[in-house]
Nanobody, 118 residues
Framework: QVQLVESGGGLVQPGGSLRLSCVVS????????MGWFRQAPGKERELVAR???????YYADSVKGRFTISRDNAMNTVSLEMNSLKPEDTAVYYC????????????WGQGTQVTVSS
């Protein structure tokens, strides 16, 4: 079955940086849109960034200018570069895949914890 495996989470001080990666298998990656979501304790899951099959990007206002989403179709990988991290960025981060024919995200990773704290 389709698998999405995230990595790169951890503990970082405010102002620091982290790079998350998500490797996708058993999916036509190049024709899929990919998204990064996050969910903080007691809050709803929110879309952080998205990249289309044409590499058109979208960012939530809260991360615009600090986060960068990218994809490598040869490696079936989507990444999220996170800079100038703030305590409010603390959450479990999930990558998700939307098939070309779908109107929703069809597949999800297991999540990786990002904690921003001094």
């Amino acid at each position: 079955q389709v698998q999405l495996v995230e990595s790169g989470g951890g503990l970082v001080q405010p102002g620091g940086s982290l790079r998350l990666s998500c490797v996708v298998s058993r999916l036509t990656f190049s024709s899929s849109a990919m998204g990064w979501f996050r969910q903080a304790p007691g809050k709803e899951r929110e879309l952080v960034a998205r990249i289309s099959r044409y590499s058109v990007t979208y960012y939530a206002d809260s991360v615009k200018g600090r986060f960068t989403i990218s994809r490598d179709n040869a490696m079936n990988t989507v990444s999220l570069e996170m800079n100038s991290l703030k305590p409010e960025d603390t959450a479990v981060y999930y990558c998700a895949a939307q098939r070309f024919t779908s109107s929703k995200y069809d597949y999800w990773g297991q999540g990786t914890q990002v904690t921003v704290s001094s």
